[in-house]
């Protein structure tokens, strides 16, 4: 704990520094994989859509006497179908069959009774008609499309518009993630699924803004000086937040993991347990978004504005000009060919910054100036 | 020297105490309910989710079909006795859907309550009467006698019908009817008892039961709102559905499923608007006879005109129309007349049709669960929810020691104001805590949480910039406000679009995400804040020990000795200099 706190310490002051806005392309490619095999997944394999997606029913048998073979049997004697039938580590039957009417899932729940040794009234049913799922999913679809366009309109307005299409990359890229995570495994997508999905767009979103105020945090003025670049600037910022990053994600992570735990040991799949899977894989991509996709994409939309462009050239004539100065003046030259670059490309705030060469902050204004 | 933003922590605290203890005498005031409402996935019982779909194809579903669909169902529910029965409708339009849940009730029977397009059926009149109840010192044998010669007896039959069959085709003959439904509201009765009266039924139409018949009081709203079905085998005793008459009725002769279809048409050389009515050959058969019969007999509201000629629409125990048969009709088809507005012309027909329901109804999501069953989910989200909160405190406490130690606080705070706010919900709003309510709790841990970890990183990046405890608690706090305040704001936003947008349980979710965020924003500002200002009063924390989570070996690290320990004095210093 103590190495982590003072490794918090040291990327703070920059004297480690993860370079996760100049490797960029290495994140990308990795995201980029990821997100491959996530679209592959589900364009070959599909995802597996619970009842109340596609219809049908469910019946659920606590303590549940019977086998498997004779839950399945009872129940497609009746419906005349498929009937796909799972036990959980409780001694739960989870029997699943095709859309069948009321009166007859009454019957269904009758006989699984009969069969299994349990009450009638003990059995946990659900019958959901064929169209309702659809009705859900657009609902779910409007509510997505609803936040979306609220939510950049208040990044935009917040930050900039730039930061909202980075944010909203880095989400796009989370909720492709999960969803695949779940065509892969084939877990059932159920409306707790969605909820899921649904608050890993609010928990991305979180993550992406703490880390992007501090960036802008680091980056206000930063065009009336050239000892950075954005892209550094901006990195430096996604390293100050790391700790924070990766606390955040333990802390939330920790009750969501709880709920794996306890809602695979003691209810087999329910609510508790589709909505934890959802949340457990959104989170990590949310945290490893955050800092690899969307400050890295930042930096590459904002590079492209003439402002930034000029500042990048700026800063690295300047460099190179300290280099070829001190080659030739040996370390105590440093400082003073570094202060007459400064000069030479009329900023106010070098020299301030030179006695430490590992620490890359620009100068900040006077607290009372600061927003 | 410090800024000022905070520097009545004392205040803040009082603030929350004063929100603490006041949610809390709410939430355990005497003499009302104090314990969180459960949804039915935690308690057991059975929801039905229900697709209104507008009667004619491509309609849109006005708000008023849909109260009115709810009032009918509710009025059903609550024939089942069970008092936490809830009926409430999601979103609007035709993108609405119905919501009936029934703590500890089979599915069955629920099911088939809601789905039920209610009981109709026509029965002959034997006598009209007054809605008043006739008290039994002074009730004679024959209640029509006593009743009907009440001045106050605003006799259906009375507003004439106006044709000797205007009816266009030849087939389908004319009914006309007095429809007094629109007669005004009737006067409330002074002894309006509190419960409704049993069904007033019986065999035979005995002395016994014309006595009930007259002690039953029509103004009394609850005997004349319905929902209750009868037995169509029997005779009944009952109200006009806006309580304005009384009737003794024969057993049916034609039941609602005999009626094929209804309609409200405007007949081109008609006067007003009619309701067409189509029976089955049953229904046909059974109308012609009865209307036969019933012709020949004397008009109804006269003394002793028992029984008379007209015949009472009945839906779910309440007569909604009654109409006299101008002529025999032998073609299975009527029309009813009546000064109807092209509106209660509707009604009617969609009563005949549907049984009162302005909306088809269509079941699309039914969860019956066992108490034992709900248990157990609740037993396994408070588990889940307490080995989560265990986990995120234990980890606190570890990084951030002293300032953990507030985080801990912080969450326990949160928790207790989550607990009262969800018991002051349930009584004010009916909130219900669901199981996916309980989830969206159990994440909010770790967004709560987050609040501390981004304030104590910037405290901690502050002093790492050379400031001074007191001060850093301060300037850090002015940073991580604004970081703290768009982040919940972007989740608050997502949780009011998904309440707004969603149905079921999604809306459980997201309520409780909004309310968390929201007591999150409150235990951040109110309470972690002003503790951690005066945490770094004390000398304790000021002098950086090891447990404070705060000591410079943690943050400045060994690197950092001599001369950058100075540097950072310097810089400290003239930043404070310039603030």
Redesign the interface.
């Known amino acids: 704990?103590?190495a982590?706190?003072?490794i918090?310490?040291?990327l703070?002051?920059g004297?480690v520094s993860i370079d996760f806005v100049g490797r960029r392309k290495t994140w990308y490619i990795v995201s980029g994989v990821i997100l491959l095999v996530a679209i592959l997944a589900l364009l070959l394999r599909g995802l597996n859509l619970g009842i109340?997606f596609k219809g049908g029913a469910e019946f659920?048998v606590?303590n549940a006497t019977c086998s498997i073979e004779q839950a399945r049997a009872v129940a497609e004697k009746q419906t005349g179908g498929q009937a796909i039938v799972t036990q959980t580590a409780s001694g739960t039957i989870n029997v699943q069959t095709e859309p069948v009417t009321?009166a007859q899932?009454?019957v269904i729940?009758g006989q699984l009774g009969a069969a299994c040794g349990v009450d009638k009234?003990?059995?946990?049913?659900?019958?959901?008609?064929p169209?309702?799922g659809s009705?859900?999913s657009k609902?779910?679809l409007?509510?997505l499309i609803?936040?979306l366009i609220?939510?950049s309109i208040?990044l935009s307005i917040?930050f900039e518009w730039r930061m909202a299409v980075a944010a909203l990359v880095a989400l796009a890229h989370d909720l492709v993630i999960t969803i695949g995570i779940y065509a892969l495994t084939g877990l059932e997508v159920t409306?707790?699924t969605?909820?899921g999905l649904?608050?890993i767009?609010?928990?991305s979103?979180?993550d992406t803004?703490?880390v992007f105020?501090?960036v802008r945090?680091n980056t206000k003025g930063i065009a009336g000086q050239s000892v950075m670049t954005y892209g550094e600037a901006a990195n430096l910022a996604v390293n100050?937040?790391l700790?924070?990053s990766i606390?955040?994600s333990?802390?939330?992570?920790?009750?969501?993991?709880?709920?794996i735990?306890?809602?695979a040991g003691?209810?087999g799949a329910?609510?508790?347990l589709d909505?934890?899977v959802a949340?457990a894989v959104g989170m990590f991509a949310g945290a490893y978004s955050s800092i690899f996709i969307a400050t890295p994409f930042l930096v590459q939309l904002k590079e492209r504005q003439p402002e930034m462009k000029s500042l990048h050239s700026r800063v690295m004539a300047r460099r190179k000009q300290a280099r070829v100065v001190a080659e030739g003046d040996d370390l105590v030259g440093d400082a003073s060919g570094a202060a007459a670059a400064g000069a030479s490309t009329a900023t106010k705030t070098v020299t301030t910054q030179l006695?430490?060469a590992t620490r890359q902050q620009p100068k900040?204004q006077?607290?009372?100036k600061r927003? | 020297m410090a800024p000022p933003p905070t520097s009545k922590p004392a205040r803040l605290l009082i603030a929350l105490a004063v929100l603490i203890i006041g949610l809390a005498t709410w939430a355990f005031w005497p003499g009302t309910e104090h314990t969180i409402k459960l949804g039915l996935d935690l308690q057991g019982g059975t929801q039905v989710i229900l697709q209104p779909k507008p009667v004619t194809e491509g309609a849109t579903i006005t708000e008023d079909q849909l109260n009115q669909t709810v009032a009918i169902l509710r009025q059903r529910v609550d024939g089942l006795g069970v008092s936490e029965a809830e009926v409430t409708t999601q979103g609007s339009g035709n993108g609405a859907v119905i919501v009936v849940s029934v703590p500890g009730v089979e599915q069955d029977r629920v099911v088939e309550l809601v789905k039920r397009t209610a009981l109709l059926d026509f029965r002959p009149v034997w006598g009209v009467y007054g809605p008043g109840p006739v008290t039994a010192a002074g009730a004679s044998p024959s209640p029509s006698a006593s009743a009907s010669g009440g001045a106050a007896s605003p006799s259906p039959s009375a507003s004439a019908a106006p044709s000797p069959s205007a009816s266009p085709s030849g087939s389908a003959s004319a009914v006309s009817t007095p429809a007094p439904a629109t007669t005004g509201s009737p006067s409330p009765s002074p002894s309006a008892s509190a419960e409704a009266a049993p069904l007033v039924q019986a065999k035979e139409n005995t002395p016994e039961f014309q006595q009930r018949l007259a002690e039953l009081d029509c103004t009394n709203p609850l005997n004349y709102t319905g929902g209750r079905p009868d037995d169509p085998a029997l005779w009944l005793g009952t109200c006009e559905r806006t309580g304005t008459a009384k009737y003794n009725l024969q057993p049916a002769f034609i039941k609602g499923t005999n009626v094929t279809n209804a309609s409200a048409q405007l007949p081109q050389n008609g006067v007003g608007w009619v309701v067409s009515l189509t029976f089955d050959g049953e229904g046909a058969k059974a109308l012609a006879t009865a209307s036969t019969n019933l012709t020949q007999l004397p008009e109804c509201g006269a003394a002793g005109a028992n029984p008379c000629n007209a015949f009472a629409i009945v839906l779910d125990g309440v007569v909604v129309s009654s109409p006299r048969f101008n002529e025999p009709i032998l073609g299975g088809q009527a029309q009813i007349e009546g000064n109807f507005t092209a509106e209660e012309a509707k009604d009617l027909a969609n009563v005949l049709k549907y049984g009162a329901l302005p909306v088809t109804l269509e079941p699309v999501d039914i969860t019956t669960v066992s108490p034992t069953v709900g248990n157990d989910q609740l037993r396994a989200g408070i588990l889940a929810g307490l080995i989560g909160l265990g986990l995120v405190m234990i980890y606190l406490l570890f990084y951030y020691r002293a300032l953990g130690f507030v985080a801990v606080l912080s969450l326990v705070i949160a928790a207790l104001i989550t607990y009262l706010s969800l018991i002051v919900l349930s009584k004010t709003i009916g909130l219900t805590l669901t199981l996916a309510g309980v989830a969206g709790a159990i994440v909010a841990i770790g967004i709560t949480a987050d609040s501390f970890i981004v304030y104590f990183e910037r405290i901690r990046d502050e002093i790492r910039e050379g400031r001074s405890l007191r001060v850093a608690v301060d300037s850090g706090w002015v940073r991580a406000r604004r970081t703290l305040l768009a982040a919940d704001f972007v989740s608050f936003l997502a949780a009011v679009v998904l309440y707004l947008l969603s149905v079921g349980s999604v809306r459980g979710f997201a309520f409780m995400l909004g309310l968390t965020t929201i007591i999150d924003v409150l235990v951040a500002f109110w309470f972690s804040h002003p503790i951690v200002v005066l945490l770094g009063r004390t000398q304790f924390m000021q002098r950086g020990s090891k447990l404070t989570g705060l000591d410079a070996d943690r943050l400045g690290g060994h690197s950092l000795a001599g001369e950058t320990q100075t540097k950072s004095k310097r810089r400290g210093a003239s930043q404070e200099v310039s603030s």
């Open positions: 704990m103590s982590l706190g003072n918090g310490h040291r703070y002051a004297e109340e659920g606590p009321p899932s009454s729940a009234g003990e059995i946990k049913v659900q019958v959901v008609g169209t309702w009705e859900i609902k779910a409007q509510g609803a936040f609220l939510v208040f917040y409306p707790a969605v909820i649904l608050t767009l609010g928990y979103l979180y803004v703490v105020d501090k945090e100050q937040t700790v924070r606390n955040t333990i802390v939330a992570l920790l009750p969501v993991i709880s709920i735990i306890v809602g003691l209810l329910g609510t508790l909505l934890a949340l006695d430490s900040k006077p607290r009372s927003k």
